[in-house]
């Protein structure tokens, strides 16, 4: 049974930093990449960033690059979320999502098997 438990969310104020865990078991050697997705209130859900945990290729939204940084310790089937210089705008529940069997990478919400149940991260003064 694959599980996927996120954790690491808070408050922090603008500009300020957090880092984000999802911890993945359970899911075949046949998917490839693990991915964060956010969903701010009253918006559909996003993708952020993705790593394709086979060969370490990596996808970013084009609002977080430059600030935000994905990273895998495969021994320890655990997705890190670096996100740095946090603005009011990255607010939002965050999710790990199973990239879909086969799928090599994707920021596509609707290309995805399993999530976790989220993470909430609030930038505020």
């Known amino acids: 049974q694959v599980q996927l438990v996120e954790s690491g969310g808070d408050l922090v104020q603008p500009g300020g930093s957090l880092r984000l865990s999802c911890a993945a078991s359970?899911?075949?050697?046949?998917?490839?990449?693990i991915g964060w997705f956010r969903q701010a209130p009253g918006k559909l859900r996003e993708g952020v960033s993705c790593i394709n945990i086979k060969d370490g290729s990596v996808l970013y939204a084009d609002s977080v690059k430059g600030r935000f940084t994905i990273s895998t310790d495969n021994a320890k089937n655990t997705v890190y979320l670096q996100m740095n210089s946090l603005k009011p705008e990255d607010t939002a529940v965050y999710y790990c999502?199973?990239?879909?069997?086969?799928?090599?990478?994707?920021?596509?919400?609707?290309?995805?098997?399993?999530w976790g149940q989220g993470t909430q991260v609030t930038v505020s003064s």
């Open positions: 999502a199973l990239v879909a069997r086969g799928v090599f990478g994707t920021l596509d919400p609707a290309l995805t098997d399993d």
């Open positions: 359970g899911f075949t050697s046949d998917y490839y990449a």
